[in-house]
């Protein structure tokens, strides 16, 4: 599926409430505290777009739809994983050296990763089990209603329980048939749906309001955006620069814990200089392998 810029640009702004909800924005005020309710706009996001993956791998054997799923979904994450997840290690060493009261906890901020991975393998299993899609499409509904259940009966702060909510629901969003709809009509659904994520995120904290978001707003969002054919390149940057501000928050954090860093002006700048640092390193790396590429084909030819 090729990209969409406003989802991109939907990840980008989704991204910074998140890192301003964990106090490591610019920005310190009471507004976008919301920052909880937008991994589920992320979980959901990613159901959508594993469709075009589970039926991929639907004719494939167990073990190859499992590496193939580790090697496209999840080293994919690349740098942002390995540095977030090795300064949450060194983090949680310096803490009990220090006898410092701690949950040991490999994922930390990234748990969104983790039950991300736990979701998305046992989806790959049920696809594989269920051979028809009807029955599929039906037992996910039903899996959505009872962990949605579980999630308003007190269990909204367990991270499996939220993923299994909302990930296999974007899933369901995938099956819905394209709508054919007036261009303009689109847009402005799209704008309205918007402008509400936004007003709510600056707003929220009503229980109600955040089940309506994770049922209503977000899938509909989603879903109408991506009727909408739209391509730029600088909401593109914006969206690549998401899952690096999310993972990155987990370097800052060692030294506000330990040496005393609060200020958030400095916080940022950490996070935004890692996260662009890694799009450079892509970009590189992506020329070398292009040249070293290019170069056995002249070689191939000369021969």
């Known amino acids: 599926m090729k990209k969409n810029s406003l989802i991109e640009l939907y990840r980008f702004i989704l991204s910074l409430?998140?890192?301003?909800?964990?106090?490591?924005?610019?920005?310190?005020?009471?507004?976008?505290?919301?920052?909880?309710?937008?991994?589920?706009?992320?979980?959901?996001?990613?159901?959508?777009?594993?469709?075009?993956?589970?039926?991929?791998?639907?004719?494939?054997?167990?073990?190859?739809?499992?590496?193939?799923?580790?090697?496209?979904?999840?080293?994919?994450?690349?740098?942002?994983?390995?540095?977030?997840?090795?300064?949450?290690?060194?983090?949680?060493?310096?803490?009990?050296?220090?006898?410092?009261?701690?949950t040991l906890n490999l994922w930390s901020y990234l748990w969104y990763v983790k039950q991300m991975i736990y979701t998305c393998l046992i989806l790959i299993i049920l696809k594989k089990f269920f051979k028809r899609e009807k029955h599929f499409i039906m037992f996910l509904i039903c899996w959505v209603l009872i962990f949605t259940v579980l999630r308003n009966l007190g269990c909204e702060h367990v991270g499996f329980v939220r993923g299994a909510a909302a990930l296999p629901l974007g899933v369901l969003i995938g099956y819905i048939p394209k709508l054919k709809i007036n261009k303009i009509l689109n847009w402005v659904l799209v704008f309205v749906l918007f402008s509400l994520t936004i007003l709510f995120l600056m707003y929220s904290g009503d229980k109600l309001l955040i089940q309506l978001a994770f049922i209503i707003l977000y899938p509909s969002l989603i879903y109408f955006t991506f009727l909408l054919k739209f391509n730029f390149s600088i909401f593109n940057f914006l969206g690549s620069l998401s899952f690096g501000l999310y993972a990155y928050q987990l370097v800052p954090r060692l030294f506000i814990k330990f040496f005393n860093l609060s200020n958030r002006n400095v916080i940022f700048v950490i996070i935004l200089g890692l996260s662009l640092l890694t799009l450079l390193l892509r970009f590189i790396f992506k020329q070398v392998k292009n040249d070293i590429e290019k170069q056995e084909k002249l070689t191939t030819i000369n021969y």
């Open 17 to 102: 409430i998140v890192v301003k909800s964990h106090s490591m924005f610019i920005y310190g005020g009471p507004y976008f505290s919301s920052g909880f309710i937008c991994v589920e706009f992320f979980f959901i996001l990613t159901g959508y777009l594993f469709i075009g993956f589970l039926e991929k791998v639907h004719d494939m054997n167990f073990r190859e739809a499992i590496i193939l799923f580790f090697k496209k979904k999840v080293l994919k994450l690349g740098l942002p994983l390995f540095v977030g997840i090795s300064f949450n290690i060194i983090y949680c060493i310096i803490s009990l050296i220090l006898n410092d009261e701690l």
